[in-house]
């Protein structure tokens, strides 16, 4: 009768954790061990318990009832306890040897290739990560333990975000489907991938939630992470209010580091000495530097960890006394995090000469986008062959600008942008035909302040920016009879050389007047594929797009600034995202968007994953307007004229409708 009373205990204690009900599952937890009447399920009572306490905070307990256990799973719950105290490096040899075990049974072995899989993902090791859960999915599964499988799944979508694939880690998030109110840290890692999308508003949704149902369940250690997680994302998002108010609900030195990065950033001088003193280094380390310190950081550039050690060749250059030194600094630093904006930022300030200051503005926006890919000033000017370029950035609050002329580089400071009002002159011509005086001198003033220091040759011109995304470059008059292409960076321009492939698809959307009347017109011109009215799904148009040459949405375009995965065309069955198009394998080589300010954001996300060009609106725009102008478009592209040229010619016949080439 004892064991079943304890098997009843024992299989209620898991149930309850993993419900997430952590204070019920302890009570229950040590009703079983008291219950236990043998050696093996006081061993097993024990350790549920011992996960069961430190997930509540109480580690020093944990580690008592581990050390009671004198068999393989003791070891194997040791090493997740490191993996979930945050110390990977450790945990790894510790989490092998249990897996190497022929003692530890198959359940135990899945566990700790779940934390293997964590703690390689914490380390960089991604497709380690990746490959060790995928081994304890198939585990599970051959279990029948479905659930815990499920969240094999959920860990490799986690897995994908830690390695910068945010569609992927959403993909997978949704198919393990993991029940929010049982384990809301599922919540946590939704809201960071948001975070990383650009969605603050959703993200802090999420994690206001994961707050309240970790806390319910008395997840002290899981509600604290959720808190601070929102508050960094908030204090990089210049929101000191949200930051400061995530920090006040837990009782961390790391969220007392976190209010002082928040007083420090709106200017107030904050003793941090004994805050740095009290947290985990990397934490520390960050807030010296914050408080303009970086003689207590330096000496981190010699430490074993890649953060700390970045970190410290960063003070390092914040000390040099010579732009040369700041430089070697930064450029030691990058070897140790490739995705240090900060460090590729302060090596752009301290360059001087134009190829320097081009290459490290290239430097600046790989460490943004997460990329490894630098082109060197050499191959910009070898693929621009008889062209211009320009790559606009900001410095010191203006706006400056590398030219290429003739193979030669010049930096020019132009000073401060405000692009508001010839985007307001402008979407009054493109969508009403008025205003065109008041257009006119708009877009005279921009072009004074733009090229006035520049003597640009009337050939192609290749444009680089982020900042000056909105510009409706075609109709500036400096710019007006010369074939354009922009770009985000000289990476992104280089990736789309190629030829474009034969094939068409042709889509239009819902609501858009004049938009089936366009797709039809341009299918019967060129042939290949045509999807309208209820035709144009979701499905449908995704699987037209994979290998397409040439791809052509007239629809609406609904924007997220700041978060092109979740910029959307909508279409007959809803919204098609940017992190639909970026989980397809083969992306059209070449992408027009019929649709008003598709030029804002979406073009990214089609030239991060394999599109060369991409044509699109910087201004909102009357549908009955465009029509012309893509027909002329596709006309010239089908004989042959590349898409500066092409586009270049169209809109000399229909202007004022701020269509620009992204890519080549």
Request: aromatic fraction near 4%; charge should be negative.
């Given at each position: 009768m004892a064991a079943v009373t304890w098997k009843a205990l024992q299989t209620s204690a898991v149930a309850l954790h993993?419900?997430?009900?952590?204070?019920?599952?302890?009570?229950?937890?040590?009703?079983?061990?008291?219950?236990a009447s043998t050696d093996d399920e006081r061993s097993e009572s024990r350790l549920t318990l011992a996960w069961v306490r430190h997930q509540l905070g109480d580690p020093a307990a944990s580690a008592h009832l581990v050390s009671q256990v004198q068999d393989p799973r003791a070891g194997c719950l040791a090493a997740l306890l490191l993996c979930h105290d945050g110390e990977h490096a450790a945990a790894i040899p510790a989490l092998e040897l249990a897996i190497a075990d022929p003692r530890l049974d198959l359940r135990w072995q899945a566990n700790a290739l779940v934390g293997l899989g964590v703690s390689a993902a914490f380390l960089q090791r991604f497709t380690e990560a990746d490959d060790a859960l995928e081994r304890a999915y198939q585990i599970y599964r051959g279990l029948g333990e479905l659930e815990r499988a499920a969240t094999c799944k959920h860990n490799q979508g986690f897995v994908a975000a830690e390695a910068g694939d945010l569609p992927r880690a959403l993909e997978l998030y949704d198919t393990a489907a993991i029940d929010e109110t049982r384990r809301p840290e599922v919540l946590v890692d939704r809201a960071k991938a948001l975070l990383d999308g650009g969605l603050l508003q959703e993200a802090g949704v999420a994690l206001t939630r994961a707050g309240r149902l970790l806390g319910a369940a008395g997840r002290g250690p899981a509600y604290a992470d959720a808190m601070l997680t929102y508050g960094w994302y908030c204090l990089r998002a210049g929101d000191l209010v949200a930051a400061r108010s995530a920090a006040s609900r837990v009782d961390l030195p790391e969220a007392r580091a976190l209010d002082a990065h928040a007083r420090i950033s709106a200017g107030e001088e904050v003793d941090i000495a004994d805050i740095a003193e009290a947290c985990e280094p990397v934490v520390a380390v960050r807030l010296r530097l914050a408080a303009g310190k970086p003689e207590l950081v330096a000496t981190e550039r010699f430490s074993p960890n890649h953060l700390l050690r970045s970190l410290g060749w960063l003070a390092q250059a914040r000390l040099a006394t010579t732009r040369g030194a700041a430089l070697a600094a930064c450029r030691a630093g990058l070897k140790s995090d490739p995705r240090s904006v900060e460090l590729a930022r302060t090596g752009r300030e301290a360059a001087t000469s134009p190829r320097a200051v081009f290459a490290w503005v290239e430097r600046e926006r790989a460490a943004s986008d997460g990329t490894g890919r630098v082109p060197t000033p050499a191959e910009v000017v070898e693929a621009l062959g008889g062209a211009s370029l320009l790559n606009f950035y900001i410095h010191n609050g203006h706006t400056s600008a590398v030219a290429i002329v003739d193979r030669r580089f010049a930096v020019h400071d132009l000073g401060r942008i405000d692009l508001a009002a010839v985007r307001a002159a402008m979407t009054l011509v493109a969508t009403t035909g008025r205003g065109h005086d008041a257009a006119s001198h708009a877009l005279r003033d921009l072009d004074g302040q733009l090229f006035s220091k520049i003597d640009l040759p009337p050939r192609p011109l290749v444009i680089l920016t982020r900042h000056l995304h909105q510009t409706p470059w075609s109709a500036l008059p400096s710019l007006s009879t010369i074939p354009v292409t922009t770009a985000p960076s000289a990476a992104h321009w280089l990736a789309a050389e190629g030829a474009i492939?034969?094939?068409?698809?042709?889509?239009?959307?819902?609501r858009l007047e004049h938009a089936e009347d366009e797709a039809r017109a341009l299918h019967r011109a060129h042939g290949g594929v045509l999807l309208t009215g209820e035709e144009a799904t979701?499905?449908?148009?995704?699987?037209?797009?994979?290998?397409?040459?040439?791809?052509?949405?007239?629809?609406?375009?609904?924007?997220?600034?700041?978060?092109?995965?979740f910029s959307a065309l909508e279409l007959a069955d809803g919204p098609?995202?940017?992190?639909?198009?970026?989980?397809?394998?083969?992306?059209p080589a070449r992408v027009v968007l019929s649709a008003c300010e598709s030029a804002l954001d979406l073009p990214q996300v089609f030239l991060d994953h394999g599109t060369r060009s991409v044509i699109a609106s910087t201004l909102p725009v009357a549908d009955e307007r465009v029509s012309d102008l893509v027909i002329d478009l596709h006309a010239r592209l089908a004989l042959g004229a590349d898409a500066g040229a092409a586009l270049a010619g169209a809109q000399a016949g229909h202007p004022g409708l701020g269509f620009v080439v992204i890519g080549r």
């Amino acid at each position: 009768m004892a064991a079943v009373t304890w098997k009843a205990l024992q299989t209620s204690a898991v149930a309850l954790h993993e419900d997430g009900k952590t204070r019920e599952a302890r009570r229950v937890a040590e009703a079983a061990l008291i219950a236990a009447s043998t050696d093996d399920e006081r061993s097993e009572s024990r350790l549920t318990l011992a996960w069961v306490r430190h997930q509540l905070g109480d580690p020093a307990a944990s580690a008592h009832l581990v050390s009671q256990v004198q068999d393989p799973r003791a070891g194997c719950l040791a090493a997740l306890l490191l993996c979930h105290d945050g110390e990977h490096a450790a945990a790894i040899p510790a989490l092998e040897l249990a897996i190497a075990d022929p003692r530890l049974d198959l359940r135990w072995q899945a566990n700790a290739l779940v934390g293997l899989g964590v703690s390689a993902a914490f380390l960089q090791r991604f497709t380690e990560a990746d490959d060790a859960l995928e081994r304890a999915y198939q585990i599970y599964r051959g279990l029948g333990e479905l659930e815990r499988a499920a969240t094999c799944k959920h860990n490799q979508g986690f897995v994908a975000a830690e390695a910068g694939d945010l569609p992927r880690a959403l993909e997978l998030y949704d198919t393990a489907a993991i029940d929010e109110t049982r384990r809301p840290e599922v919540l946590v890692d939704r809201a960071k991938a948001l975070l990383d999308g650009g969605l603050l508003q959703e993200a802090g949704v999420a994690l206001t939630r994961a707050g309240r149902l970790l806390g319910a369940a008395g997840r002290g250690p899981a509600y604290a992470d959720a808190m601070l997680t929102y508050g960094w994302y908030c204090l990089r998002a210049g929101d000191l209010v949200a930051a400061r108010s995530a920090a006040s609900r837990v009782d961390l030195p790391e969220a007392r580091a976190l209010d002082a990065h928040a007083r420090i950033s709106a200017g107030e001088e904050v003793d941090i000495a004994d805050i740095a003193e009290a947290c985990e280094p990397v934490v520390a380390v960050r807030l010296r530097l914050a408080a303009g310190k970086p003689e207590l950081v330096a000496t981190e550039r010699f430490s074993p960890n890649h953060l700390l050690r970045s970190l410290g060749w960063l003070a390092q250059a914040r000390l040099a006394t010579t732009r040369g030194a700041a430089l070697a600094a930064c450029r030691a630093g990058l070897k140790s995090d490739p995705r240090s904006v900060e460090l590729a930022r302060t090596g752009r300030e301290a360059a001087t000469s134009p190829r320097a200051v081009f290459a490290w503005v290239e430097r600046e926006r790989a460490a943004s986008d997460g990329t490894g890919r630098v082109p060197t000033p050499a191959e910009v000017v070898e693929a621009l062959g008889g062209a211009s370029l320009l790559n606009f950035y900001i410095h010191n609050g203006h706006t400056s600008a590398v030219a290429i002329v003739d193979r030669r580089f010049a930096v020019h400071d132009l000073g401060r942008i405000d692009l508001a009002a010839v985007r307001a002159a402008m979407t009054l011509v493109a969508t009403t035909g008025r205003g065109h005086d008041a257009a006119s001198h708009a877009l005279r003033d921009l072009d004074g302040q733009l090229f006035s220091k520049i003597d640009l040759p009337p050939r192609p011109l290749v444009i680089l920016t982020r900042h000056l995304h909105q510009t409706p470059w075609s109709a500036l008059p400096s710019l007006s009879t010369i074939p354009v292409t922009t770009a985000p960076s000289a990476a992104h321009w280089l990736a789309a050389e190629g030829a474009i492939p034969a094939g068409h698809v042709w889509v239009a959307g819902p609501r858009l007047e004049h938009a089936e009347d366009e797709a039809r017109a341009l299918h019967r011109a060129h042939g290949g594929v045509l999807l309208t009215g209820e035709e144009a799904t979701v499905d449908a148009v995704l699987a037209a797009l994979a290998g397409a040459g040439t791809a052509h949405i007239a629809a609406h375009c609904v924007h997220r600034p700041g978060a092109p995965l979740f910029s959307a065309l909508e279409l007959a069955d809803g919204p098609l995202f940017g992190h639909h198009v970026a989980r397809l394998d083969r992306p059209p080589a070449r992408v027009v968007l019929s649709a008003c300010e598709s030029a804002l954001d979406l073009p990214q996300v089609f030239l991060d994953h394999g599109t060369r060009s991409v044509i699109a609106s910087t201004l909102p725009v009357a549908d009955e307007r465009v029509s012309d102008l893509v027909i002329d478009l596709h006309a010239r592209l089908a004989l042959g004229a590349d898409a500066g040229a092409a586009l270049a010619g169209a809109q000399a016949g229909h202007p004022g409708l701020g269509f620009v080439v992204i890519g080549r």
